[in-house]
T-cell receptor, first 116, second 116 residues
Framework: DAEITQSPRHKITETGRQVTLACHQTWNHNNMFWYRQDLGHGLRLIHYSYGVQDTNKGEVSDGYSVSRSNTEDLPLTLESAASSQTSVYFC???????????????FGPGTRLTVT | AQKVTQAQTEISVVEKEDVTLDCVYETRDTTYYLFWYKQPPSGELVFLIRRNSFDEQNEISGRYSWNFQKSTSSFNFTITASQVVDSAVYFCALSEAGSGYSTLTFGKGTMLLVSP
């Protein structure tokens, strides 16, 4: 079955280190998204991509970057981790057929990141 | 700017009670999509429903029903005869068609606790 996976599921890192969170989907979806979830804030969009070589900034993109070299993967990099980036990170994907299902995003299991 | 408000932070009910989760949204777009997602204690985000702004017909799926009212900008979610397995955080979300696929704005969520 098609799915979306994230790795690692849990990570502890130190302030100032570079961290990369992986996201891999097998639905062949063109659209991919990264969110962070924090208590009291719900989910907030970090970056998104509409296809290979396309990346865009979301609401809370400072300190994060993404690259899209193939359809299946959208890794999220924290250039220099800060304690404020301690959060749960979710990757999501959606179709791009031009229909209403393009707006349905399907989420990975999440990565819990702790920056000490 | 689009906005989603879930005024109920936490709701506690006893099994078999009916419960309604409120969602109020703001948007200037005439074409938009509304969503509900469920996040059980295991942490994953589960898509429940998508409605578009032109379809105000209420929807029922088993014990779940959704009441969409454009006049009050609300998209409320009712669980009939609640069960312990319904315990989760529920998120309402909004996407404006005119802003592209990325504008999935989430409310802050309502935690539902169903006791036996």
């Amino acid at each position: 079955d098609a799915e979306i996976t994230q790795s690692p599921r849990h990570k502890i890192t130190e302030t100032g280190r570079q961290v990369t969170l992986a996201c891999h989907q097998t639905w062949n979806h063109n659209n991919m998204f990264w969110y962070r979830q924090d208590l009291g804030h719900g989910l907030r969009l970090i970056h998104y991509s509409y296809g290979v070589q396309d990346t865009n900034k979301g609401e809370v993109s400072d300190g994060y970057s993404v690259s899209r070299s193939n359809t299946e993967d959208l890794p999220l990099t924290l250039e220099s981790a800060a304690s404020s980036q301690t959060s749960v990170y979710f990757c999501a994907s959606s179709e791009s057929t031009g229909g209403p299902k393009d707006y349905e995003q399907y989420f990975g299991p999440g990565t819990r990141l702790t920056v000490t | 700017a689009q906005k989603v408000t879930q005024a109920q932070t936490e709701i506690s009910v006893v099994e078999k009670e009916d419960v309604t989760l409120d969602c109020v949204y703001e948007t200037r777009d005439t074409t938009y999509y509304l969503f509900w997602y469920k996040q059980p204690p295991s942490g994953e985000l589960v898509f429940l429903i998508r409605r578009n702004s032109f379809d105000e017909q209420n929807e029922i799926s088993g014990r779940y029903s959704w009441n969409f009212q454009k006049s009050t900008s609300s998209f409320n979610f009712t669980i009939t005869a609640s069960q312990v397995v319904d315990s989760a955080v529920y998120f309402c979300a909004l996407s404006e068609a005119g802003s592209g696929y990325s504008t999935l704005t989430f409310g802050k969520g309502t935690m539902l606790l169903v006791s036996p």
